[in-house]
Protein backbone atom coordinates (compact mmCIF):
# COMPACT_ATOMS: atom_id res chain seq x y z
CA UNK A 1 0.00 0.00 0.00
CA UNK A 2 0.91 3.47 -0.86
CA UNK A 3 2.21 6.17 1.95
CA UNK A 4 -0.90 8.50 0.81
CA UNK A 5 -3.03 5.42 0.44
CA UNK A 6 -2.05 4.37 4.36
CA UNK A 7 -2.62 7.56 5.95
CA UNK A 8 -5.88 7.60 4.87
CA UNK A 9 -6.83 4.38 6.19
CA UNK A 10 -5.51 5.58 9.11
CA UNK A 11 -6.87 8.40 9.95
CA UNK A 12 -10.73 7.02 9.11
CA UNK A 13 -10.29 4.09 11.28
CA UNK A 14 -9.85 6.98 13.95
CA UNK A 15 -12.53 8.49 12.25
CA UNK A 16 -14.68 5.40 12.36
CA UNK A 17 -13.58 4.79 16.61
CA UNK A 18 -15.34 8.34 17.08
CA UNK A 19 -18.28 7.41 14.62
CA UNK A 20 -19.08 4.48 16.70
CA UNK A 21 -19.11 6.63 19.56
CA UNK A 22 -21.74 9.00 19.29
CA UNK A 23 -25.79 7.94 18.42
CA UNK A 24 -28.22 8.55 15.50
CA UNK A 25 -29.90 10.89 18.63
CA UNK A 26 -30.96 14.31 18.51
CA UNK A 27 -28.93 15.13 21.62
CA UNK A 28 -27.12 17.67 21.93
CA UNK A 29 -23.28 18.18 21.30
CA UNK A 30 -21.41 20.93 22.43
CA UNK A 31 -18.44 21.14 20.15
CA UNK A 32 -18.24 23.31 16.90
CA UNK A 33 -14.69 23.41 16.57
CA UNK A 34 -13.34 22.34 12.80
CA UNK A 35 -14.55 21.10 10.56
CA UNK A 36 -18.16 19.06 12.27
CA UNK A 37 -19.55 21.85 13.37
CA UNK A 38 -23.31 20.19 14.31
CA UNK A 39 -25.38 21.22 17.45
CA UNK A 40 -26.83 17.27 17.88
CA UNK A 41 -25.29 13.67 17.60
CA UNK A 42 -27.49 12.83 14.68
CA UNK A 43 -25.88 15.84 12.51
CA UNK A 44 -22.43 15.21 13.68
CA UNK A 45 -22.58 11.44 13.36
CA UNK A 46 -24.24 12.15 9.30
CA UNK A 47 -20.67 14.31 8.90
CA UNK A 48 -18.24 11.60 10.12
CA UNK A 49 -19.95 9.07 8.55
CA UNK A 50 -20.07 10.66 4.65
CA UNK A 51 -16.20 11.59 5.56
CA UNK A 52 -15.56 7.37 6.36
CA UNK A 53 -17.49 6.85 2.88
CA UNK A 54 -14.79 9.20 1.28
CA UNK A 55 -12.12 8.49 2.96
CA UNK A 56 -11.88 4.54 2.68
CA UNK A 57 -12.97 5.47 -1.21
CA UNK A 58 -10.02 7.87 -1.66
CA UNK A 59 -7.33 5.10 0.08
CA UNK A 60 -9.04 2.55 -1.92
CA UNK A 61 -8.78 0.32 1.09
CA UNK A 62 -8.78 -3.14 0.69
CA UNK A 63 -10.60 -7.01 2.02
CA UNK A 64 -7.65 -7.08 3.98
CA UNK A 65 -8.65 -4.40 6.83
CA UNK A 66 -12.04 -6.01 6.83
CA UNK A 67 -13.83 -2.44 6.30
CA UNK A 68 -14.05 -2.67 2.41
CA UNK A 69 -13.96 -4.62 -0.50
CA UNK A 70 -14.35 -4.40 -4.30
Known amino acids: MHDGEHNLTCMNIVILLIFL??????????????????????QLKEMLYND??????????????????D
Open 21 to 42: WFQWTDDPVFSSQGKYRATTQR
Open 52 to 69: IIDYFDKGKVKKNYGFYS
